[in-house]
Nanobody, 124 residues
Framework: QVQLVESGGGLVQAGGSLRLSCAANGRAIGRYRMGWFRQTPGKEREFVAAISWSGGVTYYSDSVKGRFTISRDNAKNTVSLQMNSLKPEDTAVYYC?????????????????WGQGTQVTVSS
């Protein structure tokens, strides 16, 4: 069982930056595909970024491409999301997720483990 804990959320002005971190407890994440998703009230959870187990392959949603960067450090059992040029529409609860199956995916239903989420609020 993998337990994921997010940190790094907060309040930032538009144009600013935040770095989210996801720490994994209970099992090494080196063989898991990892992703970040976000959700706002009344809306479905949406894909933000994903990374392969080696870190060599990454995917981004069109809305964050060029502004966000996902990375991982398997030795430290962590995954990060660097968010730059933040916009008010990036405001959401951000979730870290892990997938034990084969292949890196953008589909929320294909992830096995989830953190509790961290709030990101971008003011205009």
């Amino acid at each position: 069982q993998v337990q994921l804990v997010e940190s790094g959320g907060g309040l930032v002005q538009a144009g600013g930056s935040l770095r989210l971190s996801c720490a994994a407890n209970g099992r090494a994440i080196g063989r898991y595909r990892m992703g970040w998703f976000r959700q706002t009230p009344g809306k479905e959870r949406e894909f933000v970024a994903a990374i392969s187990w080696s870190g060599g392959v990454t995917y981004y949603s069109d809305s964050v491409k060029g502004r966000f960067t996902i990375s991982r450090d398997n030795a430290k059992n962590t995954v990060s999301l660097q968010m730059n040029s933040l916009k008010p529409e990036d405001t959401a609860v951000y979730y870290c997720a892990g997938r034990g199956g084969i292949g890196t995916t953008t589909h929320v239903g294909e992830y096995d483990y989830w953190g509790q989420g961290t709030q990101v609020t971008v003011s205009s």
